[in-house]
Each structure stands twice: as C-alpha cells, then as structure tokens.
C-alpha cells in the first residue's frame, strides 16, 4: 500500500537562489535541483570566508546551509558530520540548468546515483571541469534528459520541458504520481530570445495539481522587463561603436548567447574582446573558437596605444588588473549582468569603489534572466494550478495568485503531503 508522496523544501525558501526540492514515497525519493547558497548578509561563508578546499560539503553541513539528506552524497564528503552517505539506489537528482544556485552541490553527489539534466546543461558543466578549476566536489554521473521524455523512477514520472532563461539548457519539470502533480519552473523568464520555450512550458503543464515556481524578481520594486536581449544588443553595440577609448565589460560567460553576440558586435565596431584566460578556456571547450585572451592576444603596451580597438572582459577575482588598464577620458565599464552580480554580492560595494576612486562611467546595460512580475502573473493565469509555492525569492508573499488558485509559503525542511495540499492548498492540512 503506499504511503502517498511528501514534498519537502531544502533550499530556496525565503531567498534567491539555493533551490533543492525533495518528493518522496515509499522509499523512492526524486532531488528537483541541488543548489548552493548565495552567501550574503550575515551569513557566515561570505566573502572573504569560505569552505575548506576538499572539505566544502562537510564545513556547509555542519553550518547547516546544505542538506542533510540520508544515502546522496559520497562518503568521503560527509566524513565527520554523521550524515549517512550514498548511493542509496532508489534516489535520483534532476538539475533544471547549469548556474550554482541550482547545480552547485551536485559535484558532491554519490557516483551510483544518477543526475539527469539537459545535454546543454551537461554540455557547459563538462566545459567548466575541463578549463578548470573542477567544480566543486568533481564530476556527478551525468544523464541526459530528452525535452518532452519522461523518465519512470519508482512511482514518479519526471519530464523536462525547455524554459527561457539566461543560460542555455534550462528546463521545467513535470512529476506526475498516482496522489498528484507536481511542477516546478525552475528559473525562467519571457523577455529573452526564447519566450516561445516558456510559453510552451506553461501551456504544458496547465492545470498541475502544485506549481512550484521562482519568484526572484517579486522584490525588484519593477514589474516589467529591464530590456529584452535584443536591446541588450543594441545598447551595447551603441557603446562600442560611439565609444572613443577603452571598454570593459562585465558580462558572465555562462550567457553564451550574449557572448556570441558580444564578439560579433565588437567586430562590427573594429574592437577585440579581450577574456581572462579561465573564461577564454571555458568558452573554447565550450565551443566558441573566436575567443582571445591575455595569454594569447594582446598585450598592455599595444591596448595602450590602441584603446579604441579593445573591450576588455573583467576579472572580479583581480580588481587590481583595473589598474593596468588605460582608463582615462574616453573609457567606459559596462555592466551586462556579470560579476560582482549585483547588490546581494557581498563583493558588490567593494566594486563600486573601484569604480568610483578610477573615475570610470558605469553604465548598467543588462537584463535579467528571471520573469518580471508581470510575466509572472502571465505565466501563472496559463498555468492556472490549483496550488502555487513560491521560492527562490526575498519576497515570497508579493506573488499574488490567480482567482482559483491558491497560495502556500513554504517553510524550509517541512514535509508536505502532496495529495492532501493538491486538495485543499492548505498547508496546516498537508504538512506530515
């Protein structure tokens, strides 16, 4: 007889990033992302601490910021804080893209257990372990998983629809059981170059029993886009073209979309983008072969004397390369969604120093990777579940459901049965 199915938060709840979802019965248990924390605040790895080299899991275990779930990860990670180790054979792991917020654990996750996600996803966590460093904790047992393929796990079925978002490979889940549906966004967004992915996604899942969806934006005080990608494009090849010096630009290279577009436009502008050799490694093994970095390409003396043909990538681990670089009159910073990350980042304030103390424009020409809150209230009228959970959001009680639709804010290491919060979205009846 079974014994239902219970859904349990491990992240994500009450703020951005960290998502880590659980669904268990009758000893079959399905992970929806493993992510790492955002460090910030007061949390006690923020910059400049942080986790001992080779003892990572085990320093954030026993400061309770990673998940002390039984028969997941290797034993070697776990020694010392008690937690059982794996592979226990009846759990499996579903990434939805390739950020740390939502795969950064994934490295520690026991060989005999199977981590699924798309082959873009695969494709770019492959790239990173082989420009190095090694993402944290190594290698999992990467699966691929077919958009629109279910995959059978005891007595779920898991199938992963494409989403828009800032990183290739990024994808939505559906988990259907006997007591109910499940899905889950992951992060996502319509103001990119794929709204069509969303719109399907949405459409797909329509009428799921429990929706669990990102909220990041709900505290951005906008509801509306920033920009669309394409003007995105747009200003930045303004920039380069009316430019008379120097650019640098922060722009994160796991946006490969945007890199492309960057490179092409900074040669229709006459410039070289100019990369840190890690990101230029990353994005060779990734498969972008038209990229120059300093061990290559340029040197100082000729950026000097020719500023005008240059765009150069910033290195957020080396603010001091600043320095080196001719930043006088006619220079610019341009900040497309890259490192420091934004006012979360603990190292955001420090950059903004060396902004201000170099004399240098900053101009912020980005868009994020997440839905407005707007398109959230879009997305969640096609969908129309009968239950909604926000996570991955500072804000979570902002997000206003649609008429028949209920909210439930999530606590964080609760169990929930998922039949009983299908039928009643009440939270104090289905908690376990």
């Known amino acids: 007889m079974s014994s239902g199915v219970q859904v349990s938060f491990l992240g994500g709840v009450g703020v951005i990033g960290s998502s880590k979802i659980l669904m268990e019965s009758d000893g079959w248990r399905v992970l929806l992302d493993l992510g790492l924390d955002i460090p910030a605040g007061t949390d006690l790895l923020r910059v400049p601490a942080a986790p001992r080299a080779g003892r990572e899991l085990a320093d954030r275990l026993r400061l309770g910021v990673a998940p002390k779930v039984e028969g997941v990860f290797r034993a070697s990670s776990v020694a010392g804080t008690g937690l059982g180790a794996g592979p226990d054979p009846k759990t499996v792991v579903f990434i939805s893209h390739a950020h ?14 199977g981590v699924y996600a798309a082959e873009e996803s695969i494709r770019m966590m492959r790239a990173l372990a082989v420009a190095g460093p090694v993402p944290e904790g190594g290698v999992p047992t990467w699966h691929p998983l077919q958009p629109g393929g279910p995959v059978s796990w005891g007595p779920f079925t898991i199938t992963g629809y494409p989403v828009d978002h800032d990183v290739p490979g990024a994808m939505g ?15 996502f967004r319509l103001h990119g170059r794929h709204p069509e992915q969303t719109e399907s996604f949405a459409r797909l899942v329509h009428g799921v029993d429990v929706l669990v969806t990102e909220g990041t934006m709900l505290s951005a005080g906008f509801t509306s886009a920033w920009r669309t990608e394409n003007q995105v494009d747009e200003q930045i090849s303004q920039e380069l073209i009316g430019t008379p010096g120097l650019v640098v630009i922060s722009m994160y290279p796991r946006n490969v979309e945007r890199v492309r577009a960057l490179i092409a436009e900074a040669g229709e502008a006459g410039r ?11 994005l060779r093994e990734y498969g972008i072969s038209e990229v120059v970095t300093w061990d290559q390409g340029p040197d100082l003396v000729e950026i000097h004397a020719h500023p005008d043909r240059y765009v150069v990538q910033f290195d957020a681990t080396d603010m001091a390369h600043l320095l080196d670089l001719p930043l ?6 341009i900040h497309a969604n890259g490192e420091p990350l934004g006012a979360f980042d603990p190292r955001w304030e420090l950059f903004q120093a060396w902004i201000e103390r170099l004399r240098l424009p900053l101009l912020m020409i980005g868009s994020p990777g997440h ?8 997305v969640l009228a096609t969908i129309s579940p009968r239950v909604v959970i926000p ?7 902002r997000l206003l459901p649609p008429i028949g639709t209920t909210r439930v804010l999530p606590e964080r290491g609760r169990t929930y049965d998922l039949a009983a919060l299908g039928r009643s979205g009440r939270a104090d009846e289905a908690v376990r």
């Open 100 to 113: 740390l917020d939502h795969v950064g654990l994934a490295g520690w996750v026991d060989p005999g257990i």
């Open 173 to 187: 889940f559906l988990v259907r059981t006997e007591a109910g549906s499940l899905a889950y966004t992951g992060d």
């Open 272 to 282: 070289i983008v100019v990369w840190p050799d890690a990101m230029g490694r990353f």
């Open 328 to 333: 006088g009159p006619g220079a610019v910073f």
């Open 371 to 378: 839905a407005s809150h707007h398109d959230l209230d879009r």
């Open 391 to 397: 996570i991955h959001t500072a804000d979570p009680a």
